[in-house]
């Protein structure tokens, strides 16, 4: 194979490939309607025109034989009024719009001929037509359709659902300890309220029952049948008051 040859194959397999990838269905179907269109309109025209003959034809058809017709009567009359060489003449006009009749008829025929097959030419391409239309809607839908499918699976084929997914677990993840630690702290913090109260309240009882004896013992006011204690231990109740303040000083502190 020549150079010239590779070379035109491939400037014609670039050009198809060109044209092929320009090619819009809707835009190729809608066009061919158009012109499948304007050819039925063309074709209405030549069968108006042909009719439109066909009608001059027989008009002339009629005239040929109505100058029969009279040009046959007139001889009769030139016969009847013993004029035989008017009655000839008469027959020679006759024998002219005889044969004008008869080539009328014949065109007449085949004009007659072509008509009805215009007519039939053009039935079939108003019921082409009306099948194209039908079928381009439905392309141009499967057309349209087939063009979506191929956008979403672009889409999806640019997505790495992968890396997506393990992204959502990942966070999902992260969600649940937030939570799962939220809980947590919730707890510990009702825990911790709930033991500082009950200590507040377990080391009260204590105290109060601890204050009211040492009350009891500097004060003197012991149960009946028990001794007060001696002078010599004010000594021992100062000591007492002394310990006594320090410990509201802590229970203040609490």
């Known amino acids: 194979m020549g150079l010239f040859d590779r070379v035109s194959r491939i400037i014609r397999s670039n050009i198809n490939a060109l044209v092929s990838s320009a090619e819009d269905p809707e835009k190729i179907l809608n066009q061919t309607i158009q012109d499948m269109s304007e050819d039925h309109y063309q074709m209405r025209q030549a069968v108006a025109q042909a009719i439109a003959s066909q009608k001059r034809m027989e008009r002339q058809y009629e005239q040929a034989l109505q100058s029969v017709n009279e040009w046959q009567s007139r001889a009769e009359l030139a016969l009847r009024n013993n004029n035989e060489a008017l009655a000839r003449e008469a ?108 200590a507040l309240e377990a080391g009260g009882s204590d105290v109060d029952h601890e204050l009211m004896m040492l009350k009891a013992a500097v004060q003197g006011q012991l149960p009946s049948g028990e001794k007060k204690q001696p002078a010599a231990q004010s000594f021992e109740g100062d000591k007492v008051d002394l310990e006594l303040e320090n410990l509201r000083k802590e229970l203040d502190q609490l």
Request: overall charge positive; proline content about 0%; cysteine-free.
């Open 91 to 198: 027959l020679v006009r006759k024998k002219t719009f005889s044969e004008t009749a008869q080539s009328m008829k014949r065109q007449l025929d085949e004009q007659t001929k072509q008509v009805e097959t215009l007519k039939a030419n053009m039935i079939k391409l108003e019921s082409k037509i009306s099948e194209a239309k039908t079928k381009k809607d439905m392309l141009i839908a499967r057309a349209r359709s087939a063009k979506a499918s191929q956008q979403i699976n672009e889409v999806i084929g640019r997505v790495n659902t992968t890396n997506a997914f393990a992204a959502f677990e990942r966070m999902e993840e992260k969600v649940n300890a937030l939570e799962a630690q939220s809980a947590a702290v919730a707890e510990l913090s009702v825990d911790r309220l709930e033991n500082q109260f009950a």
